[in-house]
């Protein structure tokens, strides 16, 4: 890239994190997080809306199909901006979709996809912890997030050697749903064929293609997250006062903090990388590879770096009114989301067996 | 390899990065003594004065200084470029003290008749210089120095004791910080004296260190009469200029580089021990290789920043930091996997690709060097994060 086109892409993801604080206003508290934990459908409606008019569920969708046709830099950007307010309104599982669904030519509900009339999930995972998409007949599917709110399902199926996708609607085909511990929920689906309208005979590798980014986004969510919460962790160390000090001029805990912005740089030089790769059109192994790794990276850094934070805040930290909590919380539910830290770390070695030196 | 043509000293700077890249590399395939590749311990002046003087003859000794200075003049970019291929071919060290140290100080602050009487003699590899910072009582607290400068008529009388001086005993002029103002408070009262190691009081005790090896000296002063003219740069501003040359250099301390070469060898030491196919190992291999990757994503982005012409910030202590933690931790995993080929003195089967106990021994004081990772951690807390006191 030129020098200005470089220019003009950081401005590109600035205008995109910036117009995220509609949202998740930066400073904002989390009240509205709060009241929407553990109440069905676990988000607000109206807001998944304005997500939509934002264009953001269609922000990988190309323009000629009603999306923005940004990059993934872009989303990984509106992605982080979002884990930092700790948005739970469904958008990284409904992009996937709406990216599914636009690599089939535009079918099915697409258009109220993009314009968040509808939370269309893909029935795709038949397990816990796989990127891998068997396509049962009969199978249930698992995990699907946010399933109390969904209005459509998308059911990929094997057919011979293809991968065929059937749209089923959700009144028809309620999913049972646990709740998670970030307030959240997850469903099991029973596919329900008689219902199900066929919408492609092969969708190739667009799904691979989609939980391949979905990965790669949730990991810039998770960074949003670490940084927020350790911006909260470091003003109260600023802050707090024991022992007649100021509890940051400790160096035990100076250093403890230290490493903590380590995880979090190694984190963020992980996902720009990957972003980059998969916008410079990495394929194949080097694709996986890039993915694997931000994502190995954010599973655990997250979870490190908001346990430190509970430690170093004390008592406090092992509140619920205090916000720390919720960070930790979401890392829990997030960091094995498309893949756990152990799956991405084995994805990795097969997709990049030697070390360059 | 295609006969690339190799420009004079004056054009490399003006070339293509990657025309660049491709003429370091055809240099040190024409130049470089195969027998020096990736050497076990640093060199002394008897074993790299030949590439060193090889060097010298080419113009190529002092890539960052000016070109009316007799250096090649090259950008930021160009000296990681550099570097970068000097590490890839497994080039040592030289003796370069005088070459990334003193040579751009007195650049910087020495006069017209300091700059023509010392940098020409580094340039033909006639003064070898080292560097006396660090004392008994002043290691990381360098500014904690009591080596001492009195003014005697036209001459300095330096007394006290340096430390940790890296091959002093090749070199045969030393640049110090002695403490010229006692009644100053502690930074303010240092200044920079260069001193020629043949002055009579001057005594070299080579150290041996873990490695078996002297790599560095205890050097005394007992009533060493320096000419005052040898004093750069302001009386009592010493440390100040000794900071302010702290430059980009750093960088490489975090060059994920050592760690490539470290976790190459662990897989091949792995597959010779028959534990490389255990779910185990692979997990442990597994999450080194991803430290490795991303550290090499972080350095990238700092080189970026300075090919875009930016300083780096005290941030750049986390590479540091990674770089050596990482270093240590595949040198720990070899130690673990190799059995009780871990302790022996030799590389594990004549190979030198398997050299356990040698690169677990080597990666102890990464640590250490260049500000101890505990104060590069004090200076990501105070100066990155803004913690207090």
């Known amino acids: 890239m030129s020098a200005a086109e470089t220019d003009d892409r950081a401005e590109s993801i600035r205008m995109i994190r910036d117009s995220a604080a509609a949202v998740a206003p930066r400073g904002g508290d989390l009240k509205r997080v709060r009241d929407l934990r553990w109440q069905d459908p676990g988000f607000d409606a109206g807001l998944f809306r304005q997500m939509g008019e934002m264009g953001w569920i269609g922000l990988r969708v190309p323009e000629a199909l009603g999306g923005a046709g940004l990059g993934v830099a872009e989303m990984c950007g509106l992605a982080e901006e979002l884990g930092a307010g700790l948005v739970p309104e469904p958008l990284i599982p409904c992009a996937l979709s709406a990216q599914l669904l636009a690599a089939c030519g535009g079918k099915g509900r697409l258009p109220a996809l993009l314009a968040g009339d509808a939370v269309v999930l893909t029935a795709w995972q038949e397990r816990a912890d796989t990127l891998e998409v068997p396509g049962s007949p009969d199978a249930p599917r698992r995990f699907l997030p946010m399933a109390a709110g969904a209005d459509v399902f998308l059911l990929p199926l094997r057919e011979g050697g293809r991968l065929a996708l059937y749209e089923l609607p959700a009144e028809r085909c309620a999913p049972a749903v646990e709740r998670t511990q970030d307030g959240g929920n997850l469903g099991t689906l029973q596919p329900n064929l008689q219902d199900a309208t066929k919408l492609a005979d092969d969708v190739g590798t667009a799904l691979a293609d989609a939980l391949d980014e979905a990965a790669l986004v949730t990991a810039a969510y998770l960074l949003g997250g670490m940084e927020r919460a350790f911006a909260m962790t470091l003003d109260y160390l600023k802050t707090r006062q024991q022992f007649g000090k100021i509890i940051g001029t400790f160096q035990a805990l100076q250093h403890r903090a230290a490493d903590v912005r380590m995880q979090v740089a190694l984190t963020r030089a992980s996902i720009d990388s990957a972003a980059a790769a998969l916008d410079a059109g990495a394929a194949g192994d080097a694709r996986r590879a890039a993915v694997s790794r931000a994502k190995a990276r954010a599973a655990e850094a997250s979870l490190r770096v908001t346990r430190e934070c509970i430690q170093l805040h004390g008592g406090i930290g092992y509140t619920d009114d205090y916000d720390a909590g919720l960070y930790l919380r979401k890392a829990m539910v997030l960091a094995n989301q498309y893949g756990s830290a152990s799956l991405h770390r084995r994805r990795f070695m097969a997709a990049s067996p030697e070390v360059e030196e | ?389």
């Open chain 2, 1 to 389: 390899m295609d006969a690339i043509r190799i420009p004079p000293p004056a054009e490399l700077d003006a070339l293509e990065d990657e025309h660049f890249r491709q003429v370091v590399r055809a240099f040190l395939h024409a130049n470089y003594p195969e027998d020096l590749r990736n050497p076990p311990k640093r060199l002394h002046w008897a074993e790299n004065k030949g590439w060193y003087l090889r060097l010298a003859e080419a113009g190529w000794l002092c890539p960052g200084w000016p070109k009316e200075n007799g250096g090649l003049g090259l950008s930021p970019a160009k000296q990681i470029i550099l570097t970068e291929e000097y590490e890839r071919h497994g080039v040592a060290r030289t003796n370069d003290h005088g070459i990334v140290m003193l040579g751009p100080l007195v650049i910087k602050y020495g006069t017209e008749e300091q700059k023509q009487r010392f940098l020409p003699k580094i340039l033909t590899g006639e003064h070898i210089w080292c560097q006396g910072y660090s004392e008994p009582g002043a290691g990381s607290d360098l500014a904690a120095l009591r080596t001492e400068a009195v003014l005697d008529g036209d001459h300095y009388v330096v007394n006290g004791q340096k430390i940790w001086t890296t091959l002093a005993m090749d070199a045969n002029w030393i640049f110090l910080l002695v403490r010229t103002d006692k009644a100053a408070k502690k930074q303010e009262g240092i200044s920079f004296l260069l001193v020629d190691m043949q002055t009579p009081g001057i005594t070299v005790r080579p150290i041996i260190n873990l490695e078996m090896h002297d790599e560095f000296c205890e050097v005394f002063f007992d009533n060493v009469r320096v000419p005052k003219e040898n004093l750069v740069g302001q009386l009592n501003k010493g440390w100040d200029m000794a900071k302010a040359l702290l430059g980009f250099e750093r960088i490489f301390l975090g060059s994920p580089r050592q760690s490539a070469y470290a976790l190459s060898r662990l897989k091949i030491l792995a597959e010779r021990m028959g534990v490389w196919e255990e779910p185990a190992f692979q997990d442990r291999y597994a999450r080194l290789r991803l430290d490795l990757e991303d550290l090499k994503a972080l350095y990238g982005t700092y080189v970026d920043r300075l090919k875009r012409g930016e300083s780096l910030g005290p941030d750049v202590s986390m590479l540091k930091i990674l770089q050596t933690e990482l270093f240590q931790a595949i040198t720990d995993a070899m130690l673990e996997i190799a059995g009780e080929n871990a302790g022996l003195m030799e590389p594990m089967e004549g190979n030198r690709d398997l050299n356990i106990g040698g690169l677990y021994i080597q990666a102890r004081p990464a640590t250490i060097y260049g500000g101890s990772n505990e104060i590069q951690r004090n200076i990501l807390s105070k100066n990155v994060l803004g913690m207090p006191g």
